[in-house]
């Protein structure tokens, strides 16, 4: 079946390194993405890793995949407290639509 | 101007009420998706359209319809809302050739 966990909060100070951390369960999964939303706001793709890929880095962003265990990882370098939000990790099986983890709200203290 | 446009953004109603919210995009996908958030459940699939004479049922259905007028539009209705529909709505977009979905900024609805 179809299930992406997600931990529901993390905290960390403005300049760490904070990582948000997402298993699922499909291993048919092709995509794999990292949704953010702001309060009051819609949800802003932040990246995506296709399923043959272990990283993929993106300025402040690193995502890594690790098939065998189906887990995946954000990690946000110098987080800033406009990084605070809550992350989705979503999977696409490439069946319909998005498979959608319970989020993760990060906060950043200044 | 934004790719995804959702009427409204806020919406208060009472039990038993017929609500249609609306959603358009500009971005020329054929693929078009109905969302439900709640906190601490993430999104939840509703309904999703391929293209306009197909629909099909997401996670949730029951107690929605959908109607997909055009490429553009796809409208969500609760025939008869109930207090347990309160949510955030989103509609998402996304091309016959790539998987990434697009979203609207979402309509709160609120059933009193």
């Known amino acids: 079946g179809e299930d992406v966990e997600q931990s529901l909060f993390l905290s960390v100070r403005e300049g760490d390194s904070s990582v948000i951390n997402c298993t699922y369960t499909d291993s048919s999964s092709t995509y794999l993405y990292w949704y953010k939303q702001e309060p009051g706001a819609g949800l802003q793709l932040l990246t995506y890793?296709?399923?043959?890929?272990d990283m993929k880095q993106d300025q402040r962003l690193t995502v890594l995949l690790n098939k065998k265990d189906k887990h995946l990882s954000l990690r946000i370098a110098d987080t800033q407290t406009g990084d605070s939000a809550i992350y989705f990790c979503a999977e696409n099986t490439g069946r319909r639509a998005l498979t959608f983890g319970s989020g993760t709200r990060l906060q950043v203290q200044p | 101007d934004a790719d995804v446009t959702q009427t409204p953004r806020n919406r208060i109603t009472k039990t038993g009420k017929r609500i249609m919210l609306e959603c358009s995009q500009t971005?020329?996908?054929?693929?078009m998706y109905w969302y439900r958030q709640d906190p601490g459940l993430g999104l939840r699939l509703i309904y999703y359209?391929?293209?306009?004479?197909?629909?099909n049922k997401g996670e949730i259905s029951d107690g929605y319809s959908v109607s997909r007028q055009a490429q553009a539009k796809f409208s969500l209705s609760l025939e008869s809302a109930i207090p347990n529909q309160t949510a955030l709505y989103f509609c998402a977009t996304s091309d016959s050739g790539e998987d990434t979905q697009y979203f609207g900024p979402g309509t709160r609805l609120t059933v009193l």
């Open positions: 890793i296709f399923s043959n890929m």
């Open positions: 971005k020329g996908h054929d693929r």
């Open positions: 359209s391929f293209d306009v004479k197909d629909i």
